[in-house]
T-cell receptor, first 112, second 110 residues
Framework: EAQVTQNPRYLITVTGKKLTVTCSQN?????MSWYRQDPGLGLRQIYYSMNVEVTDKGDVPEGYKVSRKEKRNFPLILESPSPNQTSLYFC???????????FGSGTRLTVV | GQNIDQPTEMTATEGAIVQINCTYQTSGFNGLFWYQQHAGEAPTFLSYNVLDGLEEKGRFSSFLSRSKGYSYLLLKELQMKDSASYLC???????????FGDGTTLTVKP
């Protein structure tokens, strides 16, 4: 089944403890992206990648890192999480610039 | 940058037609997308417009006017399951960047 898989689905962590949210797609998509969704603020793009080893900042990249060492994987790294990073995170991929995103199921992160 | 506006909420009756509007201001344009998001779930792709005109997909149609910075999503024969948030998104000239509107919450009533 064609899909984007994110893990974990839920995570509660403490301020400052490094964490990684994994994202993997099995559709051979070129484009991958991370979004966070907060009430009243909609979906905001954190980072995106247009191919292996090609990544760039979205609208809200502060406090996040990404890597794209292989086409299928696009992990999101929070080196030192803070409470303002409590949010619902979505990974998404698309075949090309003309393709709609396929989204993962989301990761609900709480930083205390 | 991009600025996208859509109504916050709409209500319609089962079986009716509803039109959800989206206006955008962008420094570059590489396509407009509509997504559906049910509460507690991930968004799902509905439609894509890059040229002016109407794209039809079953009960859903999407229209684009690039000169006016305007799009709409038309939902026909509304069903209760169409109650969801509808997100308008614009892809800029940098094809990796996509900006989403805040979404329109549609409630379908019997």
């Amino acid at each position: 089944e064609a899909q984007v898989t994110q893990n974990p689905r839920y995570l509660i962590t403490v301020t400052g403890k490094k964490l990684t949210v994994t994202c993997s797609q099995n559709m051979n998509h070129e484009y991958m992206s991370w979004y966070r969704q907060d009430p009243g603020l909609g979906l905001r793009q954190i980072y995106y990648s247009m191919n292996v080893e090609v990544t760039d900042k979205g609208d809200v990249p502060e406090g996040y890192k990404v890597s794209r060492k292989e086409k299928r994987n696009f992990p999101l790294i929070l080196e030192s999480p803070s409470p303002n990073q409590t949010s619902l995170y979505f990974c998404a991929s698309s075949l090309s610039s003309g393709g709609g995103y396929t989204f993962g199921s989301g990761t609900r992160l709480t930083v205390v | 940058g991009q600025n996208i506006d859509q109504p916050t909420e709409m209500t319609a009756t089962e079986g009716a037609i509803v039109q959800i509007n989206c206006t955008y201001q962008t420094s570059g344009f590489n396509g407009l997308f509509w997504y559906q998001q049910h509460a507690g779930e991930a968004p799902t792709f509905l439609s894509y417009n890059v040229l002016d005109g109407l794209e039809e997909k079953g009960r859903f149609s999407s229209f684009l006017s690039r000169s006016k910075g305007y799009s709409y999503l038309l939902l026909k024969e509304l069903q209760m399951k169409d109650s969801a948030s509808y997100l308008c998104a614009v892809r800029g000239l940098n094809a990796g960047k996509s900006t989403f509107g805040d979404g329109t919450t549609l409630t379908v009533k019997p």
